[in-house]
């Protein structure tokens, strides 16, 4: 399918801007997907096209379709929130989707320009769910990731239910001495993945603009009407022909954010990270210390004189060169293993504020997300935050049990539930068992609005404080000396 004539669709958007946020309400055309095309926009219908081009040389429509997406975001930008009647997809989704070109064997690169335009519109649509809670950010990902068996196209399939995921091999019998196997053993496993350089730009724009809407979130407590404090009016201005610019307004994410921005903490916290997708990152990621530490190693040398050398002697001093940037990587302290948020969170922290057990949008298991962090660094299980909440504090706070994920972080910190003799260095006072049967009381105070979840997590809680005063069952007298009364 070409992009319409650029003339054209200008001389229309002229004539009638509000046409762009008109949905079609029929498909005529004899589709089997017509119910996927049931509300969908102009914009909804380009940014489909760009992904589905079938022209020998995709990069000539490129330019035509992302004049076109610029155009309709000046004429209409409320355009970019519209959703579809029927599974409820943003503009985003239908650029995002899955659908591959059907002459060729590979899917067609991403218009990384186009979706950065989407993205800066409307940053919140990166994690907006369809109908089935199927989000941009995931469309994208299995679009570009090569699995190794063949799947049909499945686009209409991923929409009629949620995920809800396996048990990653956590079939722990109970046994205390018997550790938790872990599906992921490898960070280094070669993950496939089309255009994997253009794909990790859109991933890594896409993470970030997820990270700071959640951030936003937080910090509001979900009141719009406050003002952003992770992102900033930017005006773009698009040339589209040679005689006509237009402007579109974006939200980029301010300087001071964009600068501290860590990859893996944005993706340890985002219920759409899959196993393969976690890899991924932190694979680009270390490249990309790998890229700036060989920068820094060239920018170093470029005062020093120089010496003539053989072909040989060359491809020897590059060997030394990649090696010894790969061991600064690894030795420096801003290596991957010191990726913190603002206030201390290492990934594994971010991680263990989610359940993603309980979570049906969630793509992986609490124990698939926490194997891969701990292979990463060993110690994360050790490291507190700014307010000196260790991983396995946060995991208790969001009701992770023992089987979900808890036991796998004692196991990297059992010494976390010795009571030390100041009970202040833990959060509210409070070591792991404790902290588990507050959690109780309070699922079990708590109006139930879930059909009976509350009452689960009570008992999920109580099994918790129960297993971890079993490993150590001296934590019970933590504080009692202390605090008795005289």
């Known amino acids: 399918m070409t992009a319409p004539p650029l003339e054209l669709i ?179 496993q070669e993950i496939n993945v089309w255009h994997a350089d253009q794909v990790w730009k859109v991933l890594r724009l896409m993470g970030e603009a997820a990270y700071h809407t959640q951030l936003d979130d937080n910090h509001h407590n979900g009141n719009q009407t406050k003002h952003s404090s992770c992102f900033q009016t930017q005006i773009v201005h698009v040339s589209v022909t040679d005689t006509t610019t237009v402007e579109i307004t974006q939200s980029v994410v301010v300087e001071e954010r964009r600068l501290c921005f860590q990859p893996l903490v944005a993706f340890a916290g985002l219920k759409e990270t899959t196993v393969e997708m976690m890899i991924f990152v932190i694979q680009r990621c270390h490249h990309e210390l790998l890229t700036s530490a060989l920068s820094d190693e060239g920018a170093n040398n470029d005062g020093q004189s120089t010496t003539i050398t053989t072909k040989d002697e060359n491809d020897d001093q590059q060997n030394l060169t990649t090696q010894g940037a790969s061991e600064k990587t690894h030795n420096n302290p801003e290596s991957l293993h010191d990726s913190t948020d603002r206030d201390g969170n290492t990934p594994l922290s971010i991680a263990a504020s989610l359940n993603r057990n309980t979570n049906p949008d969630a793509r992986c298991t609490n124990n698939q997300l926490f194997s891969i962090l701990l292979t990463l660094d060993p110690t994360a299980a050790r490291k507190c935050n700014n307010k000196g909440e260790y991983p396995i504090s946060r995991a208790i706070g969001v009701g992770i049990g023992w089987d979900d994920g808890v036991q796998i972080l004692w196991r990297a910190f059992p010494e976390v539930l010795v009571v030390m003799e100041d009970l202040s260095q833990y959060p509210r006072r409070l070591v792991p068992f404790m902290l588990a049967a507050s959690a109780a009381v309070v699922c079990d105070d708590v109006e139930e609005q879930d059909g009976g979840e509350d009452g689960r997590k009570d008992l999920l809680m109580l099994d918790l404080c129960y297993r971890l005063l079993c490993v150590n069952p001296e934590g019970v007298r933590g504080g009692i000396l202390k605090y008795s009364a005289p």
């Open 10 to 188: 200008e001389a229309l958007i002229q004539c009638c801007p509000e046409a762009v946020n008109i949905p079609i309400h029929h498909c005529m055309d004899g589709s089997t997907h017509s119910d996927l095309y049931r509300g969908f926009t102009p914009l909804h219908a380009v940014c489909l096209i760009s992904t589905t081009s079938s022209e020998p040389t995709a990069s000539t429509t490129t330019s035509t379709h992302e004049a076109i997406v610029a155009l309709m975001l000046h004429a209409k930008p409320q355009s970019i929130s519209t959703r579809t009647t029927h599974h409820r997809w943003l503009p985003l989704h239908a650029a995002c989707t899955t659908r591959r070109n059907q002459h060729a064997q590979v899917p067609l690169p991403p218009h990384v320009t186009l979706l950065q335009w989407l993205v800066g519109a409307f940053p919140a649509s990166v994690t907006s769910m369809t109908m089935g809670g199927v989000s941009p950010l995931t469309l994208l990902w299995e679009r570009y990731f090569d699995k190794e068996e063949e799947e049909e196209d499945y686009l209409l399939d991923e929409m009629d239910g949620h995920w809800f995921g396996d048990d990653g091999g956590d079939d722990d019998d109970g046994d205390d001495n018997e550790p938790i196997k872990q599906r992921v053993e490898d960070i280094t």
